[in-house]
């Protein structure tokens, strides 16, 4: 029989915070597959890979902190978590809650989730409150109500979370047999970028790989505080996931990016949704437009020269586009051609 994937925590114990005897809350998540990009990859001279995490249990990268994170409040015996979320950490928040018999606040920017994510928080049973403000004014509230009250905070300033996240990086090399020359990511509130760089250096320093890769960062032109150097207040992008102004993990982000020999740069909005199409239409993996950034990123390197030739490059596309089917489609409708119960009509309306 084939070996049954056991989930992030279970599968990387030995690099974990945890040990067999804690309960575990798990959804199964991580072991994502790791794409070839075949057209990409010939246009930009490189060896490009999507890591799809969009195959996560909830659709995002975030099951994997999320995992992690909800273990640790088990184990504090908490009862309550809380988190301010641009969509991907509600829903996943909601789902480990559920399962471990949490209950699980979310605070979010008014109007600027993908319908898909809403849906998710709800169905989940989280307490869901609107907030009339950006992402960083919602995390402003949660920080200060997990200070004042018996609730635990799962944004990704919470360690346990990078301490997930980072086993995305153990699994490209595991599936690599080796780091890759270049990592790109879309960076929002810059957890994930500081969770790769931690788990690339990690996995080099326990020798199962003999380097770590550069780390290029993606932002969204209208939310690219990285780019410009300082913290922003009114981030806008079509990508909702990394409309982020002020990213809590500044720090962290600027040492994987300095660390690495890598860069931070910002793509526009038509760069993303046009990654997105070829991500869909050309790799058959369907991401959401935050996760595209990278690929936008990437292209608009080759186009500048800068893509090393022949490298490997990994480039994580952190959610599932079924979650905001309304920006994928743009102008296109749901009304294809409707024919008869008839294969002559069906031959026909397909020119065959
Ligand atoms: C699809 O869900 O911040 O740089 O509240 O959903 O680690 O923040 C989501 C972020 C990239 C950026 N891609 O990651 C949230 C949230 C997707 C995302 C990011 C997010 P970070």
């Given at each position: 029989?084939?070996?049954?994937?056991?989930?992030?925590?279970?599968?990387?114990?030995?690099?974990?915070?945890?040990?067999?005897?804690?309960?575990?809350?798990?959804?199964?998540?991580?072991?994502?597959?790791?794409?070839?990009?075949?057209?990409?990859?010939?246009?930009?001279?490189?060896?490009?890979?999507?890591?799809y995490e969009g195959?996560?249990?909830?659709?995002s990268f975030k099951d994997r902190g999320m995992t992690s994170a909800i273990t640790q409040v088990v184990k504090d015996g908490d009862h309550t978590v809380v988190c301010a979320s641009t969509g991907n950490t509600s829903a996943s928040a909601a789902a480990y809650a559920a399962h471990a018999g949490l209950r699980c606040v979310v605070m979010i920017?008014?109007?600027?989730?993908?319908?898909g994510k809403m849906a998710q928080a709800i169905v989940h049973g989280a307490d869901l409150v609107q907030v009339d403000g950006n992402f960083d004014e919602c995390l402003d509230i949660v920080r200060e109500l997990?200070?004042?009250?018996?609730?635990?905070?799962?944004?990704?300033?919470?360690?346990?979370?990078?301490?997930?996240?980072?086993?995305?990086a153990f699994e490209i090399v595991d599936q690599l047999g080796e780091a890759p020359d270049i990592h790109m990511l879309p960076v929002g509130n810059a957890g994930n970028i500081s969770a790769y760089w931690m788990g690339f250096k990690e996995y080099a320093e326990a020798g199962r790989a003999s380097r770590t890769p550069k780390?290029?960062?993606?932002?969204?032109?209208?939310a690219?505080?990285?780019v410009l150097g300082h913290p922003i207040k009114d981030p806008e992008t079509v990508a909702t996931a990394i409309r982020i102004g002020k990213p809590a993990s500044w720090d962290l982000a600027v040492a994987a990016r300095d660390e690495s020999g890598g860069?931070?740069?910002?793509?526009?909005?038509?760069?993303?949704?046009?990654?997105?199409a070829r991500l869909a239409?050309?790799?058959?993996?369907?991401?959401?437009?935050?996760?595209?950034?990278?690929?936008?990123?990437?292209?608009?390197?080759?186009?500048?020269g800068e893509v090393p030739r022949g490298a490997t490059i990994t480039c994580t596309v952190t959610g599932n586009g079924l979650k905001d089917t309304a920006t994928a489609l743009g102008d296109r409708t749901l009304d294809p051609t409707v024919i008869p119960v008839d294969v002559e009509a069906a031959a026909s309306v397909l020119g065959l």
């Open positions: 029989m084939a070996e049954v994937w056991r989930g992030i925590v279970r599968e990387y114990l030995d690099h974990l915070p945890f040990d067999e005897s804690d309960r575990i809350v798990s959804l199964g998540e991580g072991g994502t597959p790791l794409i070839y990009a075949e057209k990409i990859s010939s246009e930009v001279g490189a060896e490009v890979l999507v890591k195959m996560n249990p909830t659709g920017p008014q109007g600027k989730i993908a319908a997990s200070e004042s009250y018996p609730i635990a905070l799962v944004n990704s300033v919470n360690p346990y979370r990078l301490q997930g996240q980072k086993t995305a780390i290029w960062g993606v932002q969204a032109a209208g690219a505080p990285f860069w931070i740069r910002a793509v526009t909005d038509e760069a993303i949704l046009s990654a997105q239409a050309e790799v058959g993996v369907f991401v959401e437009p935050a996760s595209a950034a990278p690929i936008a990123g990437l292209l608009a390197a080759a186009a500048a």
